[in-house]
């Protein structure tokens, strides 16, 4: 199971947000690019990057900071969400080295874009379904769809998408404790490797993702407990390696 370090960027700054908020904001560093080569010293295997500027523009503004992260990553692949809503922009991405790219609000109001970009870079684009009460929500978070998650997953389960990152609004960047029961049911519920978000706080919530690892969750996001301290990034990672090895 794989433990995959967030690196939020917000004018340029790492910063992590609670509960989507982006007035509720915590700058851990001004630096986003050295924050990655910190993870990738501690054994990141795969980096999570979100263009916070760019999920509220409607298009990239951090663009020349994920492409810094990306060359200083080498052969560890980077997934990145926030503001690809066109063609273009997923192909710029692409060409810039970037492993997947995560679609959020353009999945839920226009899904035949995300079968046209599967089509167009099969095996590279993941699905960011980001809850509040069960609903999707969209625009940075800051509206509700009205539709329930599940209705939107199953909506891709044959269009190829490699991952459902699936974010519990209402847990994210507050330290609770993840939403192990709606990941690991929305995770049984369709056949698309779920990627929980939201909530990580220290290793039991990595040991509860764990033991339901075999309902189809193949890893989780992790961002201010790694920030903050209150979890580990390579003792964590060897804790779900356990997992994965059962």
């Given at each position: 199971m ?15 947000l ?23 010293e ?20 951090n663009g020349?900071l994920?492409?810094s992260?990306?060359?200083a990553?080498?052969?560890i692949?980077?997934?990145i ?18 492993r997947?790219?995560?679609i959020?609000?353009?999945a ?6 995300v079968?046209?970009?599967?089509r167009r ?5 993941i ?20 539709v ?10 044959q ?17 609770q404790?993840?939403?192990v029961?709606?990941t ?6 369709i056949?698309?490797?779920v990627?929980a978000?939201g ?23 992790a ?12 003792e964590?990672?060897?804790l779900?390696?356990?997992f994965?090895e059962r």
């Amino acid at each position: 199971m794989l433990i995959i370090p967030a690196i939020d960027m917000k004018e340029g700054r790492c910063v992590r947000l609670r509960q989507g908020r982006m007035e509720d904001d915590t700058v851990f560093d001004d630096d986003p690019v050295a924050v990655a080569r910190r993870w990738l010293e501690q054994g990141a295997r795969r980096l999570h990057l979100v263009d916070l500027d760019g999920a509220f523009a409607g298009k990239p503004v951090n663009g020349e900071l994920v492409a810094s992260i990306v060359a200083a990553a080498g052969d560890i692949p980077v997934q990145i969400g926030g503001g690809i809503r066109t063609l273009e922009i997923a192909d710029d991405y692409i060409q810039r080295g970037v492993r997947w790219l995560i679609i959020g609000t353009q999945a839920v109001k226009d899904p035949d874009f995300v079968d046209t970009l599967c089509r167009r870079h099969p095996g590279h684009i993941i699905v960011g379904l980001d809850a509040k009460d069960g609903e999707v929500a969209t625009e940075g978070w800051a509206e509700s769809s009205g539709v329930p998650v599940i209705d939107v997953a199953r909506r891709f389960e044959q269009a190829g998408v490699a991952a459902i990152v699936y974010t519990d609004i209402g847990r994210d960047g507050m330290m609770q404790g993840v939403n192990v029961d709606a990941t690991a049911a929305l995770a049984r519920d369709i056949s698309i490797p779920v990627i929980a978000s939201g909530g990580v706080t220290n290793l039991d919530d990595i040991h509860a993702l764990g033991a339901a690892a075999d309902s189809g969750i193949m890893g989780t996001i992790a961002g201010r407990a790694l920030y903050e301290g209150t979890l580990d990034l390579a003792e964590a990672q060897a804790l779900g390696d356990r997992f994965s090895e059962r």
